[in-house]
């Protein structure tokens, strides 16, 4: 299996702040298709899960652009800027290139 | 608008079987993948399984930690994708999500509870 470590476990930060998230995998997430299937999500308290990121950068609908993607191969960033209270909650990596797929362990972003 | 709701979670003891049934609406249901996601009580997400469309043959892949108890399917003609899980274990507690493709949409979750 793919596995997805993801870094850090708990990240505090201050409103207004920026932040970075990291995601590396075990092997590379590029499809035969030449796509990256690595998505970003973020679990606010007692929600499902919403998806932020789609294929490493793209911005799903109605996702602020405070909140940017990047990377290649193995190693993958979620970054927010300008933190706001609805931002607060857990993130999640997770990779849909190879079976099964794999999430990360999760971050989660808390008030200072 | 986009809707999944899932059902079919609950009590069972050890051993026992659940069918769990994800109902779709708002998107041409025809077109996607669809998956089952769970969460156990104070834990990360774990993708569960997945079934593709009648393009690719409705092909299915598994956790290996499930495969073999879990079988999914899915029945186009009503928008519905389902998720069977035998021989339940303790730790197979958790809300089970259905969610569309990689996660675009999520339902709410149905909680399953495996328990004697």
């Known amino acids: 299996d793919v596995l997805m470590t993801q870094t850090p476990v708990s990240l505090p930060v201050s409103l207004g702040g920026q932040v970075s998230i990291s995601c590396r995998s075990s092997?590379?997430?590029?499809?035969?298709?030449?796509?990256?299937?690595l998505h970003w999500y973020l679990q606010k308290p007692g929600q499902s899960p919403q998806l932020l990121i789609y294929r490493v950068s793209n911005r799903f609908s109605g996702v602020p652009d405070r909140f940017s993607g990047s990377g290649s191969g193995t190693d993958f960033t979620l970054k927010i800027s300008r933190v706001e209270p609805e931002d607060l909650g857990v993130y999640y990596c997770l990779q849909s290139t190879h079976f099964p797929n794999t999430f990360g362990a999760g971050t989660k972003l808390e008030l200072k | 608008e986009v809707q999944i709701l899932e059902t079919g979670g609950g009590l069972v003891k050890p051993g026992g079987s659940l069918r769990l049934s994800c109902a779709t609406s708002g998107f041409n249901f025809n077109d996607y993948f669809m998956n089952w996601v769970r969460q156990a009580p104070g834990k990360g997400l774990e993708w569960v399984a997945q079934?593709?469309?009648?393009?690719?043959?409705?092909?299915?892949y598994y956790a290996e930690s499930l495969e073999g108890r879990v079988t999914i399917s899915r029945d186009d003609s009503k928008s519905s994708v389902y998720l069977q899980v035998s021989s339940l274990r303790a730790e197979d507690t958790a809300i089970y999500y259905c969610?569309?493709?990689?996660?675009?949409?999520w339902g709410q979750g149905t909680l399953v509870t495996v328990s004697s």
């Open positions: 969610t569309r493709s990689a996660g675009a949409y």
């Open positions: 092997q590379s997430l590029v499809h035969s298709d030449g796509n990256t299937y």
């Open positions: 079934i593709r469309n009648k393009n690719y043959n409705y092909a299915t």
